[in-house]
């Protein structure tokens, strides 16, 4: 009896990781084919001068318009696109669309930055930076107005072959960002190696703002941290007018939330920045 329900259970096992490797497949095909078809789409989410009230930048984040499943979000296809390589075609397209998109609203607000994710499989390939510049120069932006998201699991590795990468980025010019800071459980000293302009506070610690007594320690340690090496901070994932308080009086230099704007469509972005000229 044990015996037959352990082959049962091995049986349900099998048919189970089985449909998930199909499933898997089936969305790899059909990302192969978004990227032919142009199914992919940015939205793009401001971020705010905490001083000012102005915006000062915006991220641009990706999604999948599916044929069969509609608005597909990037944490259901970035891992799939990641482990099969088409991470880098898409990023390739997120970023052109995001530099072209970036230099015509500059024509509205002439300092506006334009934050891209990347992901670390983007920067195993040697090509990256030459792409970087070539893609700035094709849509006429200026390299100080792009800045690169990238997370801290990239900069845990081996810094051989991704300090000259970091060096011509920062030879052209282009911004480097940290994103969903202190979640990597790396050590600090990657700070150093690297030419690091700003850091994303993880939506995390903000979550627990201003009650959390850890998360305001945490936070309160990141901006000073930050500050003293000369690395501006932006806060993500502020949704409450009290979280925006805080961290205006704790110095942070940016936020950007849902309590601001949620990922917005290009032309609803434009009519902000639009409304915010006439004002
Ligand atoms: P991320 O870069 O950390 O982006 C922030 C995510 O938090 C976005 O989710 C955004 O919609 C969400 N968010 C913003 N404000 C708030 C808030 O106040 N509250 C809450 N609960 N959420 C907020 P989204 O757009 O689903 O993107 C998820 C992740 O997918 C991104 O995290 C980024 O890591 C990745 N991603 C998005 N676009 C791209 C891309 O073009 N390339 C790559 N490689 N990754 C991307
Ligand atoms: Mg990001
Ligand atoms: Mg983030
Ligand atoms: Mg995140």
């Known amino acids: ?18 449909a998930r490797a199909q499933r898997r497949y089936a969305i790899e095909k059909n990302l192969r084919r978004a990227l032919l078809q142009n199914e992919f789409f940015l939205l793009y989410q401001p971020k705010i001068a905490l001083r000012s009230g102005r915006i000062v930048g915006v991220e641009a984040l990706v999604r999948w318009q599916s044929a069969d499943h509609g608005v597909i979000e990037p944490n259901d296809f970035i891992p799939i696109a990641e482990d099969t390589g088409l991470i880098v075609p898409i990023g390739q397209w997120v970023l052109e669309q995001a530099c072209r998109q970036a230099a015509q609203w500059q024509q509205l607000m002439p300092d506006l930055r334009m934050a891209v994710n990347f992901s670390p499989r983007q920067f195993q390939d040697d090509t990256l930076v030459k792409q970087i510049g070539a893609t ?16 801290e699991s990239l900069l845990m590795g081996d810094s051989t072959k991704l300090t000259p990468v970091f060096e011509a980025l920062l030879a052209l010019g282009v911004g480097i960002s940290i994103d969903d800071f202190g979640t990597g459980y790396s050590s600090l000293s990657y700070l150093q190696r690297f030419p690091i302009d700003n850091i994303k506070i993880d939506r995390s ?57 949620r990922p917005i469509s290009a032309e609803a972005f434009e009519s902000l920045l639009r409304q915010t000229k006439a004002r």
């Not at 009896?1 to 089985?18: D, M, V």
């Not at 006429?140 to 792009?146: G, K």
């Not at 941290?225 to 806060?235: D, P, Y």
Request: aromatic share 8%; glycine share 6%; proline share 2%.
């Open 1 to 18: 009896f044990a015996k037959e329900r352990g082959r049962n259970q091995h049986q349900f096992y099998t048919s189970e990781l089985s």
């Open 136 to 151: 700035l120069q094709s849509t006429a932006l200026a390299p100080d107005a792009l800045v690169v998201e990238i997370t």
């Open 205 to 261: 610690f903000i979550d627990g703002i201003p009650g959390n007594r850890d998360s305001v320690a945490l936070t309160q340690a990141i901006i000073a941290m930050a500050h003293a090496l000369e690395m501006s901070v932006t806060a993500e994932g502020v949704e409450l007018e009290s979280q925006m308080r805080f961290l205006k009086d704790a110095g942070c230099d940016e936020m950007q939330g849902f309590y601001f704007s």
